[in-house]
């Protein structure tokens, strides 16, 4: 006996205890109203009036919002990542700026302060062998002499 | 002289077979395809039994948005393979059997689609109970039999799908046990055992013994 066959008797024995329930008077009274209270809605539902257009015009009218907020939010984010790459790169090129400022006063310092020694050295020089007083110029000239020698 | 009459029958047959090439020409202008006939043949059947779908598919998911749709699904499926349908059964259990596949395969997608199990269009069974015709019988009589749909509707609800399937076709649909048995692909056997246990649980709901 292959297990088909036994499946089915055992649906067999499981179906002898099976009692019909138009037998039963409550029973087939309830299925009877059950059956006409099927009846009576399908038939309304089946027959009531469509309202596709107002649907579709609901429908549309969302799918306008869900559009346009879509868009807000697509432009907005956009617009956003934009400024804040500007933003970016001015603080860079304001930074690079401020460093290259920086630099160029450091240098300019350097520059000075090497160009002050050299200068009031010489200066120093110069003032101290020039401002000579008359008076003492033929000792001055002597020693120059002396010092060739 | 001969020749005469060879040109006047040279024309007569000639003139014939023209009025024959346009008769077929207009018969075949006038005359029905076959897939002409198919489509009126699919239309009547559409036009017969879109009710009956329908009022199976609105028992079985208590949704009217939902029973249509899907009874729109059932018939677009069905002209699709109205091509491949044999007749070896009728084309209403051929058309149900589609509507019952149909609605398997959309509550299982709706099981897949965990965060819509909660957002359901089917209707409360107080609701659904309440399309009792009131025929002529008294107000007692009236609420006595909207208490026992209600019951009954409980009971369907409890049921399992294959269960509820099987009890809707028999006493909703008013199928035969073999025509059931073709709709929902089991044994007879199977169908009389899940409709036992289904009678049995509207049993247990009425009150009665099981």
């Known amino acids: 006996m292959s297990g088909v066959e036994q499946q089915d008797n055992n649906m067999d024995k499981i179906t002898n205890r099976f009692e019909d329930g138009a037998e039963d008077a409550e029973l087939g009274q309830a299925l009877e109203s059950f059956k006409q209270c099927v009846d009576a809605w399908s038939d309304a539902a089946y027959s009531r009036p469509r309202t596709v257009e107002q649907t579709v015009r609901r429908r549309s009218w969302r799918l306008a919002v869900g559009w346009a907020l879509g868009c807000v ?3 907005g984010s956009l617009s956003g990542g934009v400024f804040e790459r500007q933003h970016q790169i001015d ?3 304001r930074a690079a700026r ?12 350097q520059a000075r302060a090497q160009v002050t020694d050299e200068d009031l050295l010489t200066d120093v020089d110069s003032d101290v062998s020039r401002q000579v007083p008359s008076a003492m110029e033929p000792l001055a000239q002597m020693m120059a002499v002396d010092e060739s020698k | 002289m001969r020749i005469l ?3 006047v029958n040279s024309g007569a047959v000639r003139a014939s077979t023209w009025v024959m090439a346009a008769g077929t020409a207009l018969k075949a ?3 029905p395809t076959a897939g002409d006939i198919a489509a009126e043949e699919f239309s009547r059947v559409v036009e017969r039994h879109r009710p009956q779908i329908f009022r199976f598919l609105l028992s079985s998911t208590r949704d009217v948005d939902l ?10 499926k069905a002209h699709r393979n109205w091509s491949s349908f044999r007749g070896e059964s009728s084309a209403m259990t051929w058309l149900m059997r589609i509507a019952i596949n149909l609605q398997k395969d959309h509550w299982r997608n ?3 689609q965990f965060w819509r199990t909660t957002r359901t269009n089917s209707v409360d069974l107080d609701e659904a109970s309440e399309w009792l015709p009131s025929g002529e019988s008294s107000v007692e009589q009236q609420l006595l039999a909207r208490e026992r749909v209600k019951q009954v509707w409980t009971a369907v609800k409890g049921l399992s799908e294959r269960q509820r399937t099987v009890f809707l076709l028999r006493y909703v649909e008013e199928q035969e046990l073999s025509e059931i048995a073709t709709a929902t692909g089991l044994s007879e056997g199977t169908v009389k055992a899940h409709l036992s246990r289904a009678v049995g649980r509207v049993r ?3 009150g009665g013994k099981r």
């Open chain 1, 73 to 75: 939010l697509v432009a």
């Open chain 1, 91 to 93: 603080l860079k090129q």
């Open chain 1, 98 to 109: 401020q460093r290259a400022a920086e630099q160029q006063k450091q240098g300019e310092q």
């Open chain 2, 5 to 7: 009459e060879a040109a």
């Open chain 2, 29 to 31: 202008m006038t005359m």
């Open chain 2, 67 to 76: 029973a249509e749709t899907l009874t729109q699904e059932c018939f677009l």
């Open chain 2, 110 to 112: 709706r099981r897949m």
């Open chain 2, 204 to 206: 247990l709901e009425l």
